[in-house]
C-alpha cells in the first residue's frame, strides 16, 4: 500500500475486470465492539458510505465514534462484481476502497459523519491520499438518499471556504449515490485492530469542520 504504483485513471466498463458472482465470505461481527456488521442489522439501523484513502485507517476513524453501531470495510464505486483486494489493486475494477459506517440517527447524525470525515483526511489530492496513488484511494462520498446526497454538497461548499481561508486547493472528492458495496475480505475487516502495529497513512489537514 505504502509505495502503490497504481494507475491514477479509472478504467472504462469494458476494459474492467469480470468478477464473480459470489459474494465474499465474511465473519458478521464487528472484531472491536461485536455487533453485526452487515444485514441482518437492528431497526432504525441506516448507514452510509465514505472513501478516504486506504480502507484500514479509515475504517478506524470511525469505530473510534463511540456512537457508530459498527463499521465495514469493501469496494464500491467501480465496476468489477465481487472483486478481491488484489483485483482491485490492478486498477481494473474502478471500485474505491471505502467503510460502511452502520449508524443510528438518533445517537449520531449524517452531518456528524460527515465532519469525522473531512476532517480525518486530505480531500484535495484526486487519486492518492498521501503516499497512496492509484484510483482505490480517491476522496468519496456515497449516498443513500437525497438527505444524504444534499448534505454532503452542503458540507463540501462549507469546508471548501474554510480551507481556502486556510491556504489549501480545491476539494477533489466525488459526491455520487452509492452503488453496490461488496464486503473486503475478512482479514482486513477492523484491520488495526487485530493488527495495532499495521499500516495507516492517514492524515488530515487540521482545519475544522462545523
Known amino acids: 500500500m505504502i509505495f502503490s504504483t497504481k494507475k491514477t485513471t479509472m478504467p472504462t466498463y469494458n476494459r474492467a ?6 459474494p465474499m465470505h465474511i465473519t458478521n461481527r464487528h472484531f472491536v465492539n461485536g455487533n453485526p456488521i452487515a444485514s441482518p442489522l437492528p431497526e432504525g439501523i441506516q448507514q452510509a458510505i465514505f472513501g478516504l484513502g486506504c480502507f484500514w485507517g479509515a475504517e478506524r476513524k470511525f469505530w473510534q465514534h463511540p ?3 459498527s463499521t465495514a470495510v469493501g469496494y464500491s464505486a467501480g465496476f468489477t462484481p465481487n472483486p478481491t483486494y488484489d483485483e482491485l ?3 481494473l475494477t474502478g471500485h474505491n476502497e ?3 459506517v452502520n449508524y443510528d440517527p438518533h445517537l449520531i447524525s449524517y452531518h456528524a459523519l460527515l465532519t469525522l470525515f473531512w476532517q480525518a483526511h486530505n480531500p484535495t489530492q484526486g487519486m492518492q491520499q498521501g503516499n497512496d496513488v492509484g484510483t482505490q484511494y480517491r476522496s468519496g462520498i456515497y449516498t443513500y438518499n437525497q438527505q444524504q446526497y444534499d448534505a454532503a454538497l452542503s458540507s463540501k461548499a462549507q469546508y471548501q471556504q474554510r480551507l481556502i481561508k486556510s491556504g489549501f486547493g480545491e476539494i477533489t472528492t466525488e459526491i455520487m449515490p452509492a452503488s453496490q458495496f461488496y464486503y473486503a475480505e475478512d482479514h482486513h475487516q477492523q484491520y488495526l485492530a487485530k493488527n495495532p502495529q499495521g499500516y495507516c497513512g ?4 487540521g482545519v475544522t469542520c462545523d
Open 202 to 205: 492517514l492524515g488530515g489537514l
Open 67 to 69: 456512537n457508530v453501531f
Open 89 to 91: 489493486c490492478t486498477g
Open 17 to 22: 475486470l469480470p468478477g464473480r458472482d459470489t
Open 98 to 100: 471505502v467503510v460502511l
